[in-house]
């Protein structure tokens, strides 16, 4: 969160005009702030591969970090998923796009007009106040390989549609992709901020492609059947857990002011009233979330997903003979397999694998075939199937697996250890 942002928010929660927020209030707001551990939430919107089904709408993921709201992947029926769901809409203020294919991108626009007050203009004659839009003020960052800015912007410009606040439109640039321009002839939309970056990888990464202290966001390709980015999540340290009883007796001992505490629970050194030196405990690591796009091969994102506490990995087709009654006699593990890959996806046992490469702590499965419902349905079919896919990757992963279904939440804790 930046400086004015947690300015504004302190003063909503105080219910008080922002302007009279003095100094020591804010410093207090920001040591309180420091020591906070900010709540993660996961919520799937959509679960599908493809073709979305009864049970199951296109991709799209959101995490919320404290009261900001980001989206992951905006497939068809997005903004629909949204209001069925606990995610605040309003929260939204950051988009981050995999690739570029139909069923995780659809729903960018239609969303962007909900959430923006979008129009579709006024009559010859009528002022339409859209017009006269701060597009150096943007409202929604949206991130994406290269094709995005042109894509949201042509979709815009010919559905006539206007926007109440702008929105800008990063993009994540690989090696062969122009190192300049907008990918289009179309003009600048009028909602649109001209302060979208084209950010170069170096080597082979895209890191730190927007941080606030407190987040900072990477990214990195993934093998999949066109250009497809896999995006890290990453929070700072936070502060180690403090034990009351190792340090309140020494303080009352020595007649030290309570107020220490502060420092100690920061983890920095403080000096009792008699010299003593007592040491705050060490920050423990943040969380960290991996989350993929469509992808047969991870491998490059394997340096920034090291150690995460959370994987979002996709499982688009398994083999399931004797559980799936639409398996084929001749099918085998490796026929499935090789039939997956080459369309540029995976099967449950390669989500494992990769969940174990960067020993991560949690694997959620997610972007099912359309033929595998999601299993809160009550039907037992569906139910088998699933829970066999997670065993096939837990088998091979060596940690918790779960499997996504719209509207699943999951909260991101911050390990005891
Ligand atoms: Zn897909
Ligand atoms: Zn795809």
Same mark, same amino acid.
């Given at each position: 969160?930046?400086?004015?942002?947690?300015?504004?928010?302190?003063?909503?929660?105080?219910?008080?005009?922002?302007?009279?927020?003095?100094?020591?209030?804010?410093?207090?707001?920001?040591?309180?702030?420091?020591?906070? =551990?900010?709540?993660?939430?996961?919520?799937?919107?959509?679960?599908?591969?493809?073709?979305?089904? #009864?049970?199951?709408?296109?991709?799209?993921?959101?995490?919320?970090?404290?009261?900001?709201? !980001?989206?992951?992947?905006?497939?068809?029926?997005?903004?629909?998923?949204?209001?069925?769901?606990? =995610?605040?809409?309003?929260?939204?203020?950051?988009?981050?796009?995999?690739?570029?294919?139909?069923?995780h991108i659809?729903?960018?626009?239609?969303?962007?007009?909900?959430?923006?007050?979008?129009?579709?203009? @006024?009559?010859?004659?009528?002022?339409?106040?859209?017009q006269?839009?701060?597009?150096?003020?943007?409202?929604?960052?949206?991130?994406?390989?290269?094709? /995005?800015?042109?894509?949201?912007?042509s #979709?815009?410009?010919h559905?006539?549609?206007?926007?109440?606040?702008?929105? *800008? *439109?990063?993009?994540?640039?690989?090696?062969?992709?122009?190192?300049?321009?907008?990918?289009?002839?179309?003009?600048?939309?009028? #909602?649109?901020?001209p302060?979208?970056?084209?950010? %170069?990888? =170096?080597?082979?990464? !895209?890191?730190?492609?927007?941080?606030?202290?407190?987040?900072? *966001?990477?990214?990195?390709?993934?093998q999949?059947?066109?250009?497809? =980015?896999?995006? @890290?999540?990453?929070?700072?340290?936070?502060?180690?857990?403090?034990?009351? %009883?190792?340090?309140?007796?020494?303080?009352?001992?020595?007649?030290?002011?309570?107020?220490?505490?502060?420092?100690?629970?920061?983890?920095?050194?403080?000096?009792?009233?008699?010299?003593?030196?007592?040491?705050?405990?060490?920050?423990?690591?943040?969380?960290?979330? @991996?989350?993929?796009?469509? $992808?047969?091969?991870?491998?490059?994102?394997?340096?920034?997903?090291?150690?995460?506490?959370?994987?979002?990995?996709?499982?688009?087709?398994?083999h399931?003979?004797? *559980?799936?009654?639409? /398996?084929?006699?001749?099918?085998?593990?490796?026929?499935?397999?090789?039939? $997956?890959?080459?369309?540029?996806? #995976?099967?449950?046992?390669?989500?494992?694998?990769?969940?174990?490469?960067?020993?991560?702590?949690?694997?959620?499965?997610?972007?099912?075939? $359309?033929?595998?419902?999601?299993?809160?349905?009550?039907?037992?079919?569906?139910?088998?199937?699933?829970?066999?896919?997670?065993?096939?990757?837990?088998?091979?992963?060596?940690?918790?697996?779960i499997?996504a279904?719209?509207?699943?939440?999951?909260? @991101?804790v911050?390990?005891?250890?």
């Amino acid at each position: 969160m930046g400086f004015i942002a947690a300015r504004l928010r302190l003063c909503v929660a105080l219910g008080i005009n922002h302007h009279r927020l003095t100094a020591p209030s804010l410093k207090r707001f920001y040591m309180a702030s420091k020591t906070q =551990v900010h709540p993660m939430e996961i919520t799937f919107l959509g679960t599908a591969s493809a073709v979305p089904s #009864s049970t199951r709408s296109h991709s799209c993921l959101s995490l919320r970090i404290g009261s900001d709201v !980001w989206l992951f992947d905006c497939g068809e029926g997005t903004q629909r998923q949204l209001q069925r769901s606990v =995610v605040k809409m309003g929260r939204i203020n950051r988009i981050f796009l995999t690739h570029l294919h139909g069923d995780h991108i659809f729903g960018v626009t239609p969303l962007l007009a909900g959430l923006l007050n979008g129009s579709g203009g @006024v009559t010859e004659g009528e002022e339409d106040p859209r017009q006269f839009l701060d597009v150096n003020n943007p409202a929604i960052e949206i991130y994406g390989p290269l094709g /995005t800015r042109a894509y949201i912007r042509s #979709s815009l410009t010919h559905t006539y549609t206007t926007l109440g606040s702008a929105y *800008v *439109v990063h993009e994540l640039r690989f090696p062969d992709d122009p190192k300049t321009g907008d990918f289009t002839n179309l003009r600048r939309h009028r #909602s649109e901020s001209p302060s979208g970056r084209n950010i %170069q990888q =170096v080597d082979g990464l !895209w890191r730190d492609i927007l941080t606030d202290g407190r987040i900072s *966001v990477s990214a990195a390709p993934i093998q999949h059947s066109v250009p497809c =980015v896999g995006y @890290v999540v990453n929070e700072a340290p936070l502060p180690g857990k403090v034990d009351p %009883q190792k340090y309140i007796p020494e303080l009352k001992r020595t007649n030290t002011p309570m107020k220490v505490m502060r420092d100690i629970q920061e983890g920095k050194r403080v000096k009792l009233n008699d010299g003593t030196i007592l040491e705050g405990p060490q920050n423990r690591p943040g969380r960290k979330l @991996v989350i993929l796009g469509d $992808t047969y091969d991870p491998s490059p994102i394997e340096p920034l997903a090291l150690d995460a506490h959370l994987l979002i990995h996709e499982a688009t087709n398994a083999h399931l003979p004797g *559980v799936d009654s639409r /398996t084929k006699e001749e099918d085998t593990y490796e026929s499935i397999e090789a039939r $997956t890959k080459s369309r540029g996806h #995976s099967t449950p046992q390669m989500a494992g694998a990769f969940a174990k490469r960067i020993r991560a702590r949690t694997l959620i499965l997610n972007h099912f075939s $359309t033929k595998y419902a999601a299993d809160e349905d009550g039907d037992d079919e569906a139910k088998l199937i699933m829970d066999t896919i997670r065993g096939q990757a837990a088998g091979i992963a060596d940690c918790e697996v779960i499997c996504a279904r719209d509207f699943l939440s999951h909260t @991101v804790v911050v390990p005891a250890d």
